[in-house]
């Protein structure tokens, strides 16, 4: 019986490794499409992101600033084809860290307030008494509907979850790679017979 179990489990594994660098390609465009923005926003306002480093006590924040910025950029349009997508994850991992300890840490884990969740800290629960307050006031207002048309009121958080989500996004692109198939890295590497 487990014999058999066992290679039914060999066969599935066989059946989808063809298969197995569609994941990493999701992550690889899921990370580039917020990676590639978030670095170039570093660039175009690079004098309020050294400002706001400034205010976060990170060191040398207009260097700081502008190697976060090419990590970010840089390292998401390698990451989005694909190209030493190991090497480039490696500063991203550094930036998230950095991230995650100097400008989220404080706030707790949600990076949107949500008190019903069992993360929710003393700001989460002091951001729901303020969503109620400014519910009623959009209640209140004469086009409350246009108000809210396209979302609810929310209060952002700035919790760590969102660094701590793309470190491990980056962490699984360090040790799997780009992806079979799917990535330049792959087509490099069999072409210069390193597979």
């Known amino acids: 019986m487990i014999a058999k179990a066992s290679n039914l489990y060999k066969r599935g594994l066989a059946a989808i490794r063809p298969w197995d660098g569609i994941a990493p390609l999701l992550i690889r465009l899921f990370l580039a499409t917020f990676l ?3 670095g170039w926003r570093k660039f175009a306002h690079f004098e309020g992101t050294v400002g706001f480093f400034d205010t976060l006590g990170i060191p040398l924040p207009a260097m700081a600033a502008a190697l976060a910025g090419l990590a970010e950029f840089g390292g ?4 989005l084809v694909g190209l030493a997508t190991r090497l480039a ?3 991203l991992l550094f930036t998230m860290l950095v991230a995650g300890y100097t400008a989220h840490w404080d706030h707790g884990w949600q990076t949107v307030s949500d008190a019903s969740l069992w993360t929710a800290n003393e ?11 400014i519910r009623t006031m959009v209640r209140e207002h004469p086009d409350s ?18 660094a701590a989500t793309l470190f491990a996004m980056l ?3 360090l040790f799997t ?4 198939y799917t990535s330049a890295d792959y087509w490099i590497c069999r072409q210069l017979k390193l597979h």
């Open 36 to 38: 590639i923005e978030a």
């Open 145 to 162: 509907k246009w108000l809210t048309s396209t979302g609810r009121v929310t209060i952002l958080n700035n919790g760590i979850q969102f």
């Open 171 to 173: 962490l699984s692109l």
């Open 89 to 91: 994850a490696v500063p």
């Open 123 to 133: 700001r989460v629960l002091e951001a729901d008494e303020k969503k109620k307050i």
């Open 76 to 79: 998401g349009i390698l990451i």
């Open 177 to 180: 790679g780009g992806g079979r």
